[in-house]
């Protein structure tokens, strides 16, 4: 148990306040302050991405491009339409409606570049004997294992179009 004495103790601490203030005043390291900007840089993408209708056809585009420039982060804008779920803000069945077909459509759209577009740079590439051997190679290889490379270049930072563009070349 705490006596009379320990609880009025600090009452009469002169330097409490002093030590209070001290505390209030101190800036934050600059690990600190890039958490505080990060997470109200998330806030602000997840307030402008409330529930409007541009929403889902960013989030459509979003999906539908990664597939032809990697450098969209397709995961990352379904992952932030989800909280906008869980928040009320967005339907979760259009959500992963259009996040599929979206990653449907730029699959396609990246194996159509390769299969129409991709012999010019075949014969500008790839016209030497070594060259020829390293398509014959992907061909074969797409034969036996295409469904397992498909599955498995979705987890890999730009396979799904090398394998996607790949796949519609050979």
């Known amino acids: 148990t705490v006596g009379t004495r320990q ?3 600090h009452v009469h601490d002169t330097r ?9 005043h ?3 390291t600059i690990r600190e302050e ?3 900007m990060l997470i109200a840089f998330l806030e602000g993408l997840l307030d402008l991405l409330g529930g409007e209708w ?5 989030l459509f585009g979003i999906c539908a491009g990664d597939a032809v420039v990697p450098a969209l982060p397709s995961e990352t804008a379904v992952i932030v339409c989800g909280i906008q779920v869980a928040r009320g803000d ?9 996040a599929a077909l979206g990653a449907f459509v730029g699959d396609n759209t990246s194996y159509s ?3 129409w577009l991709g012999q010019p740079i075949v014969r500008r590439f790839f016209s030497g004997e070594r060259a020829r051997g390293r398509l014959d190679w992907a061909r074969r290889f797409l034969l036996d294992r295409g469904p397992y490379v498909l599955v498995v270049a979705r987890f890999i930072p730009g396979g799904r179009t090398l394998t996607t563009f790949t796949s519609g070349l050979v």
């Not at 409490?16 to 209030?24: D, I, L, N, T, Y």
């Open 113 to 115: 570049a390769g299969r």
């Open 16 to 24: 409490a306040v002093e030590r209070q203030e001290s505390f209030a």
């Open 54 to 58: 541009w929403a889902y056809a960013l």
């Open 34 to 36: 890039s958490a505080l």
């Open 26 to 28: 101190t800036r934050p």
């Open 90 to 98: 967005m339907s979760w069945g259009w959500v992963i409606f259009l």
């Open 7 to 9: 609880r009025t103790g």
